[in-house]
């Protein structure tokens, strides 16, 4: 009897019982084992060409550049690595447009699956840092169905996952730091993220970040490597927005708002705290105008998200596919209101158009580039000479290789003025500012 009782007592102490492990069931713990499936690991290849050259060692010197047409090109493979997210049983994958980004190849590690599948991409979208890949064949796979991102609350535990290396999960926790953090992106362009301490480890980018009932809240893209503990995620009422265009149409439509936007003074700017973007312009028969816009007010928040310049202000749109609605909340005078607004594609030719009215100058696809066709008397493009049949070679920065890339600049770049123009006539290249 008393063998029997010891016996049981060391069961007790040293074996793991069932009711031991139910009492570690945490809410983490049923978060990851209902998100876990869904999320998969992508690895990609890209084909890299480089010129080669005979003389090893002499980087870019004189005989590199002499022999550079007569050595055969250089053709090897790289490889990179990255997480994604099932959303759709047809195996859609969401993740960043970096993680795929100049794939010639996709593959997906799906947990479960002891061998990848070849993926496709539907469609990316750089600007915005989504992408959408399908894994292909005909089975249904499991998936995390997106949920909502505009109640989050302050200091509320959230859960990053990652597929890193295609040999498990990688599960860290934390909480929000910042539902909404303003983040530059470069060209004046400012986005809003997600703000978290969970940490994102290298390969994590494109997982999902999940709140402490499982729901997919964001997708990770970012870590913030000179401090720690600070990640940054897409909100996922942005992501799922730009997947269904990704995944019906093959690319983000832009919108047409209606409004050609302007920096507010610095006085108005300093009176609220906060800047603003003026209308300076609203176009007749466009959404803003049916919405009741009118020149001179100043938009200062969309969809509650504050902005401050016409660059994030574009930004903001581009998440918006067309027939959204947006709420405008606007400053009319020493009035504060809101105003609903349906956007609506993008009219056909639309940043040509614009440039002409802007700027003064219509343009033409030629032999040699992007060639002036016609100049607008009494225009900003007239005072500074411009001339039929002179080449703009580059606007903002950027290289033109035919029209459509300069309708497209221009696009995602209205109200910002000056633009800085690179024209060419004859043998000389000028640098102009316009307007």
Request: glycine share 12%; no cysteine; charged share 20%.
């Amino acid at each position: 009897m008393n063998r029997l009782i010891i016996a049981v007592l060391l069961g007790m102490f040293l074996l793991p019982g069932r009711g031991q492990a139910a009492d570690r069931r945490t809410p983490v713990v049923v978060a990851i084992e209902r998100a876990g499936p869904a999320v998969v690991n992508i690895r990609t290849e890209q084909i890299v060409k480089r010129q080669g050259s005979p003389f090893f060692g002499f980087g870019d010197s004189l005989f590199a550049d002499f022999f550079r047409d007569f050595a055969p090109p250089q053709v090897y493979k790289t490889q990179s690595l990255g997480s994604g997210v099932i959303i759709d049983p047809r195996g859609y994958v969401l993740t960043n447009a970096h993680v795929i980004e100049q794939a010639s190849k996709i593959f997906v590690a799906v947990p479960g699956r002891a061998k990848e599948l070849a993926g496709e991409l539907v469609g990316s979208d750089e600007r915005l840092d989504l992408a959408v890949v399908r894994i292909q064949g005909k089975e249904r796979f499991p998936y995390l169905t997106p949920a909502r991102s505009d109640d989050l609350l302050l200091g509320e535990t959230v859960i990053a996952i990652g597929n890193p290396l295609g040999l498990g999960h990688s599960v860290t926790t934390g909480v929000v730091s910042a539902a909404s953090r303003r983040l530059p992106m470069g060209d004046g362009v400012v986005g809003h993220f997600i703000q978290t301490d969970a940490l994102i480890n290298p390969g994590n980018s494109g997982g999902p970040l999940l709140n402490i009932n499982g729901a997919l809240i964001s997708i990770n893209t970012a870590i913030a490597r000179q401090a720690q503990g600070i990640g940054f995620s897409i909100p996922i009422d942005l992501a799922k927005r730009v997947a269904g265009d990704l995944i019906r149409h093959g690319r983000r439509r832009p919108v047409w708002l209606g409004v050609i936007p302007g920096e507010v003074n610095t006085a108005l700017a300093r009176s609220r705290g906060v800047g603003g973007v003026l209308v300076t312009e609203v176009e007749p028969g466009s959404p803003a105008a049916a919405a009741g816009a009118q020149p001179a007010d100043v938009i200062l928040a969309i969809d509650g998200e504050e902005v401050e310049s016409p660059a994030e202000m574009l930004q903001l749109l581009s998440g918006y596919p067309p027939e959204d609605r947006v709420v405008l909340h606007l400053l009319r005078g020493e009035r504060e209101l809101d105003v609903t607004v349906a956007l609506a594609p993008l009219p056909t030719g639309y940043g040509l158009r614009y440039g002409e009215r802007v700027f003064g100058f219509r343009v033409t696809d030629g032999q040699e580039g992007v060639t002036v066709a016609a100049v607008t008397p009494g225009s900003p493009a007239a005072k500074v000479g411009l001339k039929p049949g002179d080449l703009v070679a580059e606007v903002g920065g950027q290289r033109l290789a035919g029209t459509h890339d300069l309708g497209a600049y221009f696009q995602d770049h209205l109200g910002e003025l000056p633009q800085k123009f690179l024209f060419v006539r004859g043998d000389r290249g000028y640098y102009v500012d316009l307007p």
